[in-house]
C-alpha cells in the first residue's frame, strides 16, 4: 500500500522569506510523486510532478529516495502563494493500480505581507 | 474549452434517498477517477476506470457505485446516502496512466446528507 503523508498542517512565512513544504511517502515500488495546489474557491491544480524535472512558479521540488521525502521548495515567498498544497504518489508501472493517485493530507500556506 | 464538468455544484438531500453526481470530460482521456475532500484527511480516492467498461476501487469505496459507459462520462451513484458520506467530490481525467500526467480536476460538488 502507498501512503503519504504531509506532517504540516499549517505553514506561515512573511513575503520574500524561503519555504519548504514537507512531504514522506511510503511505497515499495518506484513512485512518481506531484505537487497540488489549491487556491482559495478554484479547482485543484497540477503544481509540477518530479518525472519531468520542471520548475512552475519558482517552485521546485527533490525526490530524495532514502529519505523517502518530496519536499516542495521556493526561495522568496509570495503572497499569491497562498493556498493550500497537496503532495501527491502514483506507482510507476503499477499494472491493476494504474489509476491510483494517493493525496497527502495537505498543508495550507499562507504568505504575510 | 478543455476542462472536466461535474453537475451538480451543491446538492442537499436526505438519508437513503439515491442520487447521482455527473461527471464529464471533453479531452478524450482514458482514465476518469473520483475523489472525496474532507478537513484534515486530504482527497482519498473512491474510485477510478481506466477505460470504458474498467472500472476499479480506490481507497474508500464503500457506500459508492461507478459506471463507465462512454468514454466522456464517470457518473458516481450512491445508492443510499448516510450523513457521513457529507463531503466535497471531485472528478477527475487523465490522458494515460496518472503515474506520467497526474489527474485534471473538476470545480467540485459540495454534498450535504442530513
Known amino acids: 500500500a502507498q501512503r503519504v503523508t504531509q506532517p504540516e498542517k499549517l505553514l506561515s512565512v512573511f513575503k520574500g522569506a524561503p519555504v519548504e513544504l514537507k512531504c514522506n511517502y511510503s511505497?515499495?515500488?518506484?513512485?512518481?510523486l506531484f505537487w497540488y495546489v489549491q487556491y482559495s474557491r478554484q479547482r485543484l491544480q497540477l503544481l509540477l510532478r518530479h518525472i519531468s524535472r520542471e520548475s512552475i512558479k519558482g517552485f521546485t521540488a527533490d525526490l530524495n529516495k532514502g529519505e523517502t521525502s518530496f519536499h516542495l521548495k521556493k526561495p522568496f515567498a509570495q503572497e499569491e502563494d497562498s493556498a493550500m498544497y497537496y503532495c501527491a504518489l502514483s506507482p510507476l508501472g503499477g499494472g491493476t493500480s494504474y489509476g491510483k493517485l494517493t493525496f497527502g493530507q495537505g498543508t495550507i500556506l499562507t504568505v504575510h505581507p | 474549452e478543455a476542462q472536466v464538468t461535474q453537475n451538480p455544484r451543491y446538492l442537499i438531500t436526505v438519508t437513503g434517498k439515491k442520487l447521482t453526481v455527473t461527471c464529464s470530460q471533453n479531452m478524450n482521456h482514458e482514465y476518469m477517477s473520483w475523489y472525496r475532500q474532507d478537513p484534515g484527511l486530504g482527497l482519498r480516492q473512491i474510485y477510478y476506470?481506466?477505460?470504458?467498461?474498467?472500472?476499479d476501487k480506490g481507497d474508500v469505496p464503500e457506500g459508492y457505485k461507478v459506471s463507465r459507459k462512454e468514454k466522456r462520462n464517470f457518473p458516481l451513484i450512491l445508492e443510499s446516502p448516510s450523513p457521513n458520506q457529507t463531503s466535497l467530490y471531485f472528478c477527475a481525467s487523465s490522458p494515460r496512466q496518472p503515474s506520467y500526467y497526474g489527474y485534471t480536476f473538476g470545480s467540485g460538488t459540495r454534498l450535504t446528507v442530513v
Open positions: 511505497y515499495s515500488g518506484s513512485p512518481e
Open positions: 476506470s481506466m477505460n470504458v467498461e474498467v472500472t
